[in-house]
C-alpha cells in the first residue's frame, strides 16, 4: 500500500501542497521576517546602488553577493512587503527541491530511494519552517542540488554538449558566489571529471574557463574595493573569535570573550572596516587564548556537538515545538545516518567515501569557526535524508524478500 503512495505523481503533488501550506503559514502565522547582513547590504543596493553594509565604510565582501542581489530584487519591486515577498517566493521555489533529490537519485537509478528522500525532505519541520527565513540557504540547496544533477549526468556518461557545459559552468560560478562552503568538494569533484575520463579535457577546459570568468568580476570589485585580492568573503577570523563568546559558545570554559567585549567589539563595525576588523578578532583571539591548543581542539568538538545538534542559544530550550521538532528530530536522523553509512560500506564503498568527504567539508569550517547557526546543518541536513532513505529501502527490500520465501 505504502509503495503504491510513493510515486513520482505523488511526490510533486504533495510537494504542491506543502509550498500551499507555507505560503499560508507565512501570510497568515507568521509573526516577524527580519533579515541581518543579507538584508542591510540589500537595502543599500537598492538605496545607494552599493554592495555595501555600512555606506561611511564603503563597500562590503562581508556576504557573497548572490543573495543579497536576490533580496535586493524584492526590496526593489515590493519596498516595506519585499521580505514577505522574498519568504513566499522562497517556498515556492522550494517546490523544486524535492522533485531534484528525486532526479539526482534517478540518475544512479534508484528511483525508490529518490522518491522516499523527497517525501522525508517534505516532512522536515526544519525545512517546512526556514522558507520564513532571511538566509542564503533557502536558494543555496537549490542550486547545489541543480549543479550536482548537472554533474552526475556528465559522470553517468552523459557527455554534455558545448551550450550545457557553458551552462554547467555558469552555474558553477553561481553556486560559488552563494556559498564559499562548497568550494573545496566541488573543485575536487570538478577535477575528478578529468581525472576518471568523464569530460574531455576541451570541455573541462571550457566549463573551468566558463566559471571563471563569470567568477572574476567578484575578485576585481574586491581589489578595486579593498586594494588587495579578497577572492570570497573577508570574514575569518571574525568566525573563530565568535566561538569564543558567549553567544556563540555552548562550554561556560570556552567563553573566553566576555559579553560585555563581545558587545563593545561589535559596536566597531560600523566605524572600522572590515579587514581592519579581522585583525581585531585575531588579536581578541590571541589574547583569550594565548594559542594555547587546547582550547582550540576542546571548541572543535564543542562545535561539532552544537552543528549535528542545536546551536548553544537553543541548547537550554525544552520547549515542546523545538523538542519534537528539532532535537529529537535531529538525533534520530543522525543515528539513522550512521547505520546507514554502515549499510552503505558494505554496499557501494565509493559512495560511502563519497559521502564522508561531503561531511568533512560542511563540517570542518564550522568546527573551525562556530556553530551558532542552526541553517549550517540545513545547507547539507538533506543529505542525510537521502542516506535515511537507502536505509529505509535495504531493510524493506529485505523483508519483502523473506516473506515472499516463505
Known amino acids: 500500500m505504502i509503495k503504491k503512495l510513493l510515486t513520482y505523481k505523488n511526490l510533486c503533488l504533495v510537494s504542491g501542497i506543502t509550498v500551499i501550506l507555507k505560503v499560508i503559514y507565512i501570510i497568515i502565522i507568521q509573526e516577524n521576517i527580519s533579515g541581518i547582513e543579507d538584508f542591510t547590504i540589500a537595502k543599500n543596493i537598492v538605496k545607494y546602488h552599493q554592495f555595501s553594509e555600512f555606506i561611511n565604510l564603503g563597500g562590503t565582501a562581508f556576504k557573497l553577493p548572490i543573495y543579497p542581489y536576490f533580496l535586493s530584487f524584492f526590496i526593489w519591486l515590493l519596498g516595506a512587503k519585499g521580505l514577505v515577498g522574498v519568504a513566499i517566493f522562497q517556498a515556492i ?62 559522470w553517468f556518461g552523459n557527455q554534455l554538449e558545448i551550450k550545457w557545459t557553458i551552462i554547467f559552468g555558469a552555474i558553477t560560478a553561481i553556486l560559488f558566489l552563494t556559498q564559499v562552503i562548497i568550494v573545496p568538494l566541488a573543485v575536487i569533484m570538478m577535477l575528478g571529471l578529468l581525472i576518471f575520463k568523464k569530460l574531455n579535457f576541451q570541455k573541462f577546459s571550457i566549463l573551468v574557463f566558463t566559471a571563471l570568468l563569470l567568477y572574476s568580476p567578484w575578485v576585481i570589485r574586491n581589489y578595486y574595493v579593498f586594494n588587495q585580492i579578497v577572492l570570497s568573503k573577508t570574514p575569518a577570523w571574525q568566525n573563530i573569535y565568535y566561538g569564543f563568546t558567549p553567544n556563540g559558545q555552548l562550554l561556560d570554559d570556552l567563553k573566553l570573550i566576555p559579553m560585555a567585549r563581545d558587545h563593545y567589539i561589535y559596536q566597531m563595525r560600523d566605524e572600522i572596516d572590515e579587514l581592519n576588523m579581522e585583525k581585531i578578532y585575531k588579536n581578541e583571539v590571541a589574547k583569550a587564548t594565548q594559542w594555547k591548543p587546547h582550547y582550540f581542539i576542546k571548541k572543535a568538538l564543542s562545535n561539532a556537538f552544537c552543528l549535528y545538534y542545536v546551536p548553544p542559544k537553543y541548547f537550554s530550550d525544552d520547549s515542546l515545538v523545538l523538542l519534537l521538532g528539532r532535537k529529537i528530530y535531529v538525533v534520530l536522523v543522525n543515528l539513522i545516518s550512521l547505520i546507514s553509512l554502515a549499510f552503505l ?31 549550517f546543518k540545513l545547507d547539507f541536513e538533506w543529505y542525510q535524508l537521502i542516506l535515511i532513505a537507502f536505509f529505509l529501502v535495504e531493510i524493506s527490500d529485505k523483508y519483502y524478500k523473506q516473506k515472499s520465501a516463505f
Open 93 to 154: 521555489l522550494s517546490f523544486f527541491l524535492p522533485i531534484l533529490i528525486f532526479q539526482i537519485l534517478k540518475t544512479f537509478s534508484q528511483d525508490n530511494i529518490g522518491i522516499l528522500a523527497g517525501f522525508l525532505f517534505l516532512l522536515s519541520p526544519a525545512y517546512f519552517l526556514y522558507s520564513a527565513s532571511i538566509e542564503a540557504t533557502n536558494i543555496f540547496i537549490l542550486i547545489l542540488l541543480i549543479w550536482l544533477l548537472l554533474y552526475f549526468k556528465v
Open 345 to 375: 560500506y558494505k554496499k557501494s564503498k565509493p559512495l560511502f567515501w563519497f559521502s564522508l568527504l561531503f561531511f568533512a567539508n560542511f563540517t570542518f569550517p564550522y568546527v573551525v569557526g562556530h556553530a551558532a547557526n542552526m541553517r
